[in-house]
């Protein structure tokens, strides 16, 4: 177990060193995505920065229970207590049953993450899969008196709260600083307080997706399902909440609120929020009009991509930013990191061919420490990617006779580019992958070529059509038979 982890944490705004309330097990809970349409690359950076921390924290012995929601109802249009839900209008657009959207988006989801190479989460609760746990909690709130009722929707009165406790204390904002910045929303509904927020809406009859409950027909208040499953799986407080930084001003600062209102506990001791990804200075945003799919930025298909990608390089470029700083797109940007990705793996490939000498120019134990020191202090990727080019160098060095290295130390080698760049930072050598295929197309042309001298057509032909089907061409010639990708 590392003794010496230091997080950031959003509400106390400092570093703290973290210590879980029931070590070696950690309870983490990240808000996943509302599965309307398909995550953009902003989206994945921060699941890919929850990665990192989930592995590393794994790596270290801790024993985590990483949740993370779906959200498949209940998250309005703007990100308000009116207007749509997105899935509904979504399902009504394309003519589908909302739950064939949920189904689509989130099967998108998950494949989308496991090409970045993403674990996934040890839970992954949804909100329609919780709707009586999240109207027990607003009973609890009612009974308390932090919530009240209007014609079938029941709000969360701020005010009340913020008598006794600190609504703003995620953001450092107090309350009269937020209600000067809040507008009302043109009363359209029963609210007595500006910055009161929907536990449960009652439903128009035309709305899709609704359940029936104490006060309406109706659905629960997009902020209420993250407390519901976090209290679920995790308990009155757990140790790590997390989520994009835009989520602080509203969604977590509701979420503390709830859970404060239901059991006198903030949900969870470290907040941990990730920047945006920008791009030319702007939120990348699918509103905005300036957002990209991951395969797009695969196959470079979108205007402002000059070419394509591998998920590994995009994932390198992710980790080569610290998650707290804001990370702006850009192709440069890109070539820098498919450059410094290829030049680390190829360092990789040739530490298998090292040989180990009887004695040692350089001691590695400093360097692997360097690597823990970086992800010690709130997970440095970049500072460990930089200790890790520091490797590279003597890797190149020994491969080039400029330097020894005996067996332990080498050993020790190893073992750092193993945890770090594939356990860590869950990184996986493409390149190798492409390395065998030539062999791979050689033995298979071979058999096909067998198969033709035994006058075996059939079989030739099914070789040849069934590569076509999976994307390589073959072409005979005198000199033989060479492929490529279509
Ligand atoms: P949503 O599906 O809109 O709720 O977003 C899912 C997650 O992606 C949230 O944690 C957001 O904070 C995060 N997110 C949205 N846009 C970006 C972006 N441009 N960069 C990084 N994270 C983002
Ligand atoms: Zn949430």
Same mark, same amino acid.
């Given at each position: ?58 790596? &270290? ?60 989460? *040890? ?30 929707? &029941? ?57 029936? *409950? ?142 180990? *000498? ?18 010690? /202090? ?27 290295? /005996? ?27 492409? /390395? ?24 030739? /032909? ?25």
């Amino acid at each position: 177990m590392q003794q010496n982890l230091f997080v950031y944490n959003t509400l106390s705004r400092k570093k703290e060193k973290f210590e879980p309330l029931n070590a070696p097990h950690v309870g983490m809970y990240v808000c996943g995505p509302t599965v309307y349409s398909d995550v953009h690359l902003g989206n994945c950076r921060t699941y890919i920065s929850f990665d990192l921390i989930f592995r590393y924290l794994t790596q &270290v012995g801790y024993k985590v229970r990483y949740v993370r929601n779906i959200t498949d109802a209940g998250h309005l249009e703007g990100d308000t207590d009116q207007g749509e839900d997105k899935i509904s209008k979504k399902a009504k657009l394309a003519q589908l049953e909302p739950m064939e959207i949920v189904q689509k988006f989130t099967v998108g989801f998950r494949e989308v993450l496991q090409i970045f190479n993403c674990l996934p989460p *040890s839970i992954e609760p949804t909100a329609t899969g919780h709707i009586i746990e999240q109207i027990e909690l607003i009973k609890v709130m009612l009974e308390r008196g932090y919530a009240y009722e209007v014609d079938g929707s &029941v709000y969360f009165d701020v005010e009340k709260y913020n008598s006794t406790h600190d609504y703003g204390v995620l953001n450092g904002r107090n309350l009269e600083d937020l209600l000067n910045n809040t507008r009302a929303l043109g009363g359209q509904d029963d609210k007595k307080g500006k910055l009161d927020f929907a536990l449960w809406i009652k439903a128009k009859p035309e709305h899709l997706m609704k359940w029936p *409950s104490p006060w309406s027909i109706g659905f629960p208040g997009w902020h209420l399902e993250c407390s519901a499953m976090s209290h679920k799986y995790l308990g009155d407080q757990f140790d790590i909440h997390g989520g994009g930084i835009d989520l602080v001003p509203t969604h977590h600062t509701n979420e503390i609120a709830q859970n404060i209102a239901c059991c006198d506990k903030n949900p969870a001791r470290y907040w941990i929020h990730t920047n945006m990804l920008t791009v030319n200075g702007q939120k990348m945003s699918k509103s905005l009009g300036n957002s990209f799919l991951p395969h797009e930025l695969f196959t470079g298909e979108h205007s402002i991509l000059e070419r394509g990608y591998s998920p590994m390089t995009v994932r390198f470029f992710i980790l080569q930013a610290h998650y707290r700083s804001t990370l702006d797109f850009g192709n440069e940007a890109m070539d820098a990191s498919d450059k410094g990705f290829k030049r680390l793996m190829n360092a990789i490939t040739l530490l298998d061919t090292l040989k180990a *000498s009887g004695s040692s120019d350089i001691d590695i134990t400093p360097l692997r420490q360097h690597c823990y020191d970086a992800m010690n /202090d709130d997970f440095n990727s970049p500072v460990l990617i930089a200790e890790l080019f520091e490797a590279v160098r003597i890797i190149n060095s020994v491969h080039d006779g400029k330097m020894k290295i /005996d067996a332990a130390n080498l050993e020790i080698l190893k073992n750092t580019i193993q945890i770090f760049v594939f356990d860590v930072l869950g990184l996986e050598n493409e390149q190798a992958a492409n /390395d065998d295929l030539p062999k791979v197309m050689d033995l298979v042309i071979n058999l096909r070529n067998e198969a033709k001298i035994n006058r075996d057509y059939a079989t030739s /032909d099914k070789i040849r059509d069934g590569l076509q089907k999976i994307g390589f061409q073959l072409k005979d010639s005198k000199e033989g038979t060479n492929w490529s990708k279509i």
